[in-house]
């Protein structure tokens, strides 16, 4: 917070605190103190900053209130110096058997708390979005009814939600990067007719590039029609343009009117869990991880309700070093009850050292369960979900629900390329400068008949040399729930850019991620197009099972899936390889 109010001059800062499992976490805070709930790093941060940020006349707008935004607000308040703060609420509701249960909330709250002169906004479940769209329909008096500007907005609050990772954070191209300083963070300069250029402050490290924000646009989206309770944006309409160093323009989005219902997030008990790691050296790992897993198994009073096994194969033949010798074998274990799977469990597994495998170790000691949730989501109408701006005088707005709503199957997505391993893609539309407008590229796997570009066609049967796809694309992923997203495009300083992502669009289907990641190959699978950025958008519903909270990957927020992909290796035409 002091580097941005220090580094440049900014109307607004805002700050996005609420992963999925954070809200999971503050709900167990709340249950402890009925005071907590919020944020409370956030409050920290104000409180060595918010006489900087008010000398400097910059409003902050966060949802770091999390399941009490009210109770953070007042806590604001305590700092004293005649803060205006206010808060926004409605998103928590009342949901049966649940640890939680908030809706989405859209950016017409904060917009109100602006309007009456508050200082500082803080919130609940907002959209990330709403966090920087809330400032400019303030700023520029947008309403309702301005869909393409409330999409450029969205679009930019996008961008920004994430911090860093719009400017080189978890960037697949970070070699190219300035990666010698700390990342800057990144800024929007949006302009009333919905144009939004992304920039960063001088001298901090990283890059703002058509790449760096490319990978954010991409980042955890299930299809190009983004829903948000203000606005679908029409993600497949965005443009970029470098303008100079650090500088990246948004331009041409589009917007339809949202749908008549909300997303809400809901956390459901999901019981206790566990996980003992046994490390498996040198000759015979398949043979030490089957005993080993009959042997626990066994020794189990009571078995658990769910329990899986996970051998990583991190093992190197001729190893030079111990941790080249060894690979892990995870056991988890789930069960409602928490005695089922703590020490009973864990303790179990640590009994076996002087009578399993040569070489037995563990990566811990024994440890109890933990309790995990489950993520769930529901749609409510928007007319029955309450949404309030209270006001720094205590007064309290309603915001009504946007009048105009998409009917029931107005905003359907757009064709996908591949679903299920067949199907063409949509027409590859053109950005001004960028990609040429060709005929529609056809899938993998797709009907006779709808054959591709002539260059695409020539590709597909011409030369081509075994390299990791990486060679050709980026790739950025993450998670939504218990579905991995990962967006995958070609840079934009390929020479050649137009042809390859001609080639990777007809040849990168559902079946082909299949193949190449065949952790996918029972679950549903989902690529869209996103011509104007070069990308594929590829959705795999269920790889993260019930969510982060309960997941059992070890990366169960998807966020490697798409360096995973970058490292297959394929048959990419040569002459697309730089």
């Given at each position: 917070?002091r580097e ?9 800062l805002?700050g996005?605190?609420?992963?999925e ?15 907590l709930?919020y944020?409370r ?5 104000l409180?060595?900053?918010l006489g ?10 966060a949802?770091a209130?999390?399941?009490n935004?009210?109770g953070?607000a007042?806590?604001?308040r305590?700092?004293g110096?005649g ?7 409605g ?7 649940a640890?939680g249960a908030?809706a ?6 904060i917009?109100e ?6 200082d ?6 907002v959209?990330?979005?709403?966090l920087?769209?809330?400032p ?11 869909l393409?500007l ?6 930019a609050g996008?961008?920004l ?6 400017t080189?954070?978890n960037f ?7 990666t010698g300083r700390?990342?800057g ?10 144009t939004v250029v992304?920039?960063?402050?001088p001298g901090?490290g990283?890059a703002?590039?058509?790449d760096?924000?490319?990978a ?5 989206i299930d299809t ?9 944006t ?8 470098q303008?100079?160093?650090?500088r990246?323009?948004?331009?041409g ?8 219902t909300?997303?809400v997030?809901v956390n459901?008990?999901?019981g ?8 498996l050296?040198?000759?015979?790992i ?5 005993w080993v ?5 066994a020794?189990?009073a ?19 070093t111990?941790a080249q ?7 988890h ?10 020490r009973?469990f864990?303790g ?19 440890a ?9 989501t529901a749609?409510l109408?928007q ?10 005088d205590g ?14 199957g107005d ?15 949509p027409?590859?539309?053109a950005?001004s ?6 005929a529609?590229v056809?899938a ?6 709808t ?7 020539r590709l ?9 796809l990486?060679?050709l ?7 939504k729930g218990g579905?991995?997203?990962i967006?995958v495009?070609?840079?934009a300083r390929h ?7 001609a080639w ?7 079946a082909?991620v299949r193949q190449?990641l065949?952790e996918t190959?029972?679950l ?10 070069a ?9 993260l099972?019930?969510?982060?909270a ?8 998807a ?5 995973w ?14």
């Amino acid at each position: 917070m002091r580097e941005m109010l220090e580094g440049g001059p900014l109307d607004y800062l805002t700050g996005d605190y609420l992963a999925e499992l954070t809200m999971l976490i503050l709900g167990r805070d709340r249950r402890r103190d009925p005071r907590l709930g919020y944020a409370r790093t956030f409050l920290r941060q104000l409180t060595e900053c918010l006489g900087l940020a008010r000398s400097a006349n910059v409003r902050i707008v966060a949802n770091a209130g999390g399941v009490n935004p009210a109770g953070l607000a007042e806590a604001i308040r305590e700092l004293g110096g005649g803060v205006r703060v206010a808060h926004v609420e409605g998103d928590a509701l009342h949901w049966p058997g649940a640890l939680g249960a908030h809706a989405y909330l859209g950016a017409f709250g904060i917009a109100e708390a602006l309007r009456h002169g508050a200082d500082v906004v803080v919130t609940g479940r907002v959209t990330d979005a709403a966090l920087t769209l809330g400032p400019a329909v303030a700023e520029f008096g947008w309403t309702r009814e301005d869909l393409d500007l409330l999409a450029a907005g969205t679009v930019a609050g996008h961008v920004l939600e994430c911090g860093t990772q719009a400017t080189g954070g978890n960037f697949s191209g970070f070699t190219t990067l300035d990666t010698g300083r700390p990342l800057g963070f990144p800024l929007a300069e949006i302009a009333a007719d919905g144009t939004v250029v992304i920039t960063k402050h001088p001298g901090t490290g990283g890059a703002v590039t058509v790449d760096t924000v490319t990978a954010q646009l991409v980042y955890e989206i299930d299809t190009p029609r983004y829903l948000g309770p203000d606005v679908v944006t029409r993600l497949d309409t965005v443009q970029l343009v470098q303008q100079g160093a650090d500088r990246v323009k948004i331009f041409g989005v589009r917007g339809a009117a949202p749908p008549a219902t909300a997303k809400v997030a809901v956390n459901r008990p999901g019981g206790h869990r566990n996980t003992v790691t046994f490390v498996l050296t040198g000759l015979d790992i398949e043979a030490k991880a089957a005993w080993v897993r009959r042997q626990l198994e066994a020794a189990l009073a009571r078995p658990p309700a769910v329990i899986t096994w996970e051998l990583a194969r991190t093992d190197r033949p001729d190893p030079a070093t111990q941790a080249q010798a060894s690979a892990l074998l995870h056991c988890h274990v789930q069960d409602f009850d928490p005695d089922v799977v703590g020490r009973a469990f864990s303790g179990a597994a640590v009994e076996l050292a002087l009578a399993s495998y040569p070489g037995f170790h563990v990566t811990a000691p024994p440890a109890a369960a933990r309790e995990f949730g489950v993520l769930e989501t529901a749609h409510l109408p928007q007319s029955d979900i309450p949404h309030v701006a209270v006001l720094p005088d205590g007064a309290r707005i309603d915001i009504p629900p946007p009048a105009a709503v998409a009917a029931s199957g107005d905003t359907p997505p757009p064709a996908a390329v591949g679903t299920s391993g067949d199907g063409p893609p949509p027409a590859a539309v053109a950005a001004s400068g960028d990609l040429r407008p060709p005929a529609a590229v056809r899938a993998s796997g797709g009907p006779p008949g709808t054959a591709g570009p002539r260059r695409a066609h020539r590709l597909a049967g011409a030369p081509a040399t075994p390299a990791p796809l990486g060679r050709l694309v980026h790739a950025r992923s993450g998670d939504k729930g218990g579905t991995a997203t990962i967006g995958v495009w070609i840079p934009a300083r390929h020479p050649r850019r137009h042809d390859a992502y001609a080639w990777l669009a007809g040849w990168l289907d559902a079946a082909r991620v299949r193949q190449l990641l065949p952790e996918t190959a029972p679950l549903r699978v989902t690529v869209h197009a996103l011509p104007h950025l070069a990308a594929l958008n590829i959705v795999v519903d269920g790889l993260l099972g019930a969510g982060v909270a309960a997941s059992t990957r070890s990366d169960p927020q998807a966020k490697a899936v798409g360096e995973w992909l970058r490292a297959r290796v394929a048959d990419i035409p040569t002459e697309l390889l730089t």
